[in-house]
């Protein structure tokens, strides 16, 4: 007799449970041994080692990262990927609870592997290197990874319970000014002071930042200024980090910088240089109708998810990315209180605490029954890619 879908999301669970010791051992593995972007090299042999033994075909440096890997069962389409991210906050370790999102992506393509009622399609596991710098999946959209995916979906661990991601789109500039040396008794006419130039564009900067919309923001540093006192600089160098509500504003954002670099280079007789210094992240994009199967499954854990706080943003990701191409999920649950934060040695420690366990295991749940009903439901992808075409579109 043919199982329901309800008897596959049973079925999951019951794999889910049988495997949960294993899964918080490889997640207080990560965590015990972080490593950093684009370096991630025992965290991903750990997760493809498993992924191979449990019958997966893996393929190691995808998309040209060494520390990148895509691990695949089934054929053809309907696809669903599910993201492990494991790099590490240098000085902090999993201070973003990595180590967690690698365990419970991995414990649900595990799950789906085991219950061959809960994949009509494919299953891909796909290892994101250097999230928190680097942009591994950025790079992976690039090289056509999810070209024939139908859905993404990840959970991140954090202080707040909500249904889906706001996450801005984010980028990194450096802009140079090229100016003449001179000394500033002996020939001080003749020199042209780039230094000055680059601390009157962050003057500039500053007006400008007061008139930008909600979740717009420049923030920069010097990178150089000079090389001794009594020298006028020829050259003086900004890094700039721009964050904007969507991708289309993060552009505008950008042709505003270029447009402050010209006109203070006409301004002080030097010249700009202005060139994009990292990966761009897009903004997320959340799939509601995905988000809302993954809150549904993950309440029967005792875990209620919100909709978030209105003009509340959350920093970046390259998750972003991958929602502009296709329907994805990133909720938050909270394994810590809203007081405090990410990125902090507190939220390291919660990474491998008690409250984590439990929120690994129903959050490894929640993945595997979504991804069973974006596998075996037409409607739910019907549904899913007609939500995102519009969003997409709106753009």
Known sequence: MARTLDDVHDALRTAVAERADTLWQVALKLHA???YAFAEHRAAALLTDELERAGFAVERGTAGLETAFTARFGQDRPAV????????????GHACGHNLIAAAGLGAALALRA??????????AVGTPAEEGGGGKALEVEAGVFDEVDAALMFHPGVYSWTRAPLTAQVQYRVGFHGRAAHPTGNPTEGVDALAALVELFNVLAVLGRRLPQGSHVQGIV??????????????????GLRAATTGALEELAGRLRECAEGVARATGTRAEVEQATV??????????LSERFAAH???AGITLTPPVPGVYLGSSDIGNVSGRVPAIHPFVA??????SDHTEEFA??????????????????????AADVLLNPEVRREAWARHRTVAGAD
């Open 335 to 340: 394994i810590m209180g809203e007081d405090g």
């Open 115 to 124: 219950v061959p009622e809960g994949a009509g399609g494919s299953v891909l």
């Open 298 to 300: 993950l309440a029967r």
């Open 280 to 289: 761009r992240y897009e903004h997320f994009r959340d799939s509601p109708v």
């Open 223 to 240: 990178t150089h200024g000079g090389t001794a006192t009594n020298i006028v600089p020829e050259y003086a160098e900004g890094l700039f």
């Open 81 to 92: 990927a599910l993201l492990l991210e494991y790099d590490a906050l240098p000085g902090l």
């Open 33 to 35: 041994d972080p490593e």
């Open 349 to 370: 420690a919660a990474a491998a605490s008690e409250r984590a366990r439990v929120v690994l295991s129903a959050a490894t749940e929640a993945l595997a029954c979504t």
